[in-house]
């Protein structure tokens, strides 16, 4: 893998000179993200220390397919699409469920027992066994979804692909993402972290603690935690507006975070729908 690592570093030096019908630049390339489709390699990963690492070898790759392909066009029944980058195929031998409506793009990983209905995982998303990514939930390119997740309905899971150093979004495993929440710009969220409905996340977005009224960062909800979308005011020259801000309203127990009834309870409580 160090060779094919120093080959797309090599090929990213000089990309400006890249053209489509470089069937040797091509090649790499695509062994490069064929490495991301069948899950022998990962855009990001987190340590023991909860510290990000980035691969970024993997994003230049990916960013370089683009620049190399050419668009083709692929006609299915009633359907046209046109585009540069192959659908993934091979699901029921991953042990994966794609419901009619749903789509991955090759170069993103789905592990055993994944559950897609009417949805979408982009190029680089790698999503972990388990997980349900619900009707018209996005997985973007490049975001790191645990095992047993639930994306909720509509949910936005941001894609990061430029700049190539940026980390993407991270999902814990456990989690629950509510409906509609768009977690984005390399926002994460921690194992077993319950995000209520209609949640924005960003990485300039800050985490409250409204026991304390502790900030508890911005843009990470931590392990186990419930949250819910909250406004913080702040003094402007036309007057106070509220600005958006994530409150988070307790820390479940190890273990709590698969009570799925108490999870309700909580939400319920705060006037938050799950």
Not at 47 to 68: E, P, R, S
Not at 106 to 119: A, H, N
Request: proline share 4%.
């Amino acid at each position: 893998m160090a060779d094919l690592q120093a080959t797309i570093d090599d090929l990213w030096e000089r990309r400006a000179d890249l053209r489509p019908g470089d069937t040797e630049a091509l090649a790499a390339v695509t062994e490069a993200v064929g490495l991301l489709d069948s899950g022998q390699a990962r855009v990001a990963e987190v340590d023991a220390a909860g510290a990000v690492t980035v691969n970024i070898w993997l994003k230049q790759a990916i960013l370089l397919l683009f620049k190399l392909s050419a668009m083709e066009t692929t006609e299915l029944g009633p359907f046209e699409f046109a585009d540069k980058i192959p659908l993934k195929h091979g699901y029921e031998a991953a042990g994966v469920r794609v419901v009619p409506g749903a789509s991955a793009r090759w170069g993103s990983f789905l592990e055993r027992g994944v559950v897609m209905m009417p949805s979408y995982v982009n190029i680089g998303a790698r999503v972990g066994a388990g997980t349900m990514v619900d009707t018209w939930a996005t997985v973007g390119s490049c975001a790191q979804v645990g095992a047993n997740v639930h994306l909720s309905g509509g949910v936005g899971i941001g894609g990061v692909l430029e700049p190539p150093q940026a980390a993407p979004v991270i999902i814990g495993d456990d989690a629950f993402i509510g409906s509609r929440c768009m977690i984005v710009e390399g926002a994460r969220v921690g194992n077993g972290a319950k995000v209520g409905a209609g949640v924005v996340l960003s990485s300039s977005i800050p985490v409250i603690d409204v026991n304390t009224g502790e900030e508890l960062g911005r843009g990470v909800v931590p392990d186990r935690a419930i949250a819910i979308q909250g406004t913080r005011r702040k003094q402007f020259p036309g007057g106070e507006f509220g600005l958006p801000c994530v409150l988070v309203l307790k820390f479940l127990e190890v273990g709590e975070e698969h009570d799925k009834l108490k999870l309700e309870s909580i939400l319920r409580e705060h006037g938050v729908a799950t």
